[in-house]
């Protein structure tokens, strides 16, 4: 089961890196829409925390 929960909070963890390449891009346009990277930024602390939380069992 911990093996399981590993790997789901793995692709979690991917997710969260596929979220930042969006906020990266986002940061790179002409005219950035900084509400849009603040609200994905928000997400990805999100992600990010329960990704350390499943994976390390903190």
Do not use: H, N
Not at 6 to 29: F, M, N, P, Y
């Amino acid at each position: 089961m911990a093996d399981l929960i590993e790997r789901k909070s793995l692709k979690l963890l991917a997710q969260a890196g596929q979220t930042l390449s969006q906020i990266v891009s986002e940061g790179l346009c002409d005219e950035p829409q900084k509400k849009l990277m603040r609200a994905m930024l928000t997400e990805l602390r999100g992600m990010l925390d329960e990704f350390e939380d499943a994976y390390f069992g903190d």
